[in-house]
Nanobody, 120 residues
Framework: QVHLVESGGGLVQPGGSLRLSCAAS????????MGWYRRAPGKVRELVAL???????NYLDSVKGRFTISRDNAKKMVYLQMNTLKPEDSAVYYC??????????????WGQGTQVTVSS
């Protein structure tokens, strides 16, 4: 079983910055994709940023140029640096990882979510 734990959410003023972290634990052989999703009240969950093990990154259009995803494969961690935050970025942010366990079974795991609130 693969377990993800997120940290770094909180309350920040518009224009401020936050850094989210997500650590994976368990019997992991390979993590192919690490991503961050968010869900705001009354809205559907959306993919914010994705980083693959081939080095590809993808971003939601509304966060391009403001958010940066990075991954540390050795530590089995993924980060989301969020700059120039806007009130519309407020949401619960979820970490997601896809990969293979040591037993060569595919897995998809989700973190518990961390609240990001951008407000003055």
């Amino acid at each position: 079983q693969v377990h993800l734990v997120e940290s770094g959410g909180g309350l920040v003023q518009p224009g401020g910055s936050l850094r989210l972290s997500c650590a994976a634990s368990g019997s992991i052989a390979r993590i192919s994709a690490m991503g961050w999703y968010r869900r705001a009240p009354g809205k559907v969950r959306e993919l914010v940023a994705l980083a693959t093990d081939s080095g590809t990154t993808n971003y939601l259009d509304s966060v391009k140029g403001r958010f940066t995803i990075s991954r540390d494969n050795a530590k089995k961690m993924v980060y989301l640096q969020m700059n120039t935050l806007k009130p519309e970025d407020s949401a619960v942010y979820y970490c997601n990882m896809d990969g293979l366990t040591m037993g060569l079974r595919s897995f998809t795991s989700w973190g518990q979510g961390t609240q990001v609130t951008v407000s003055s």
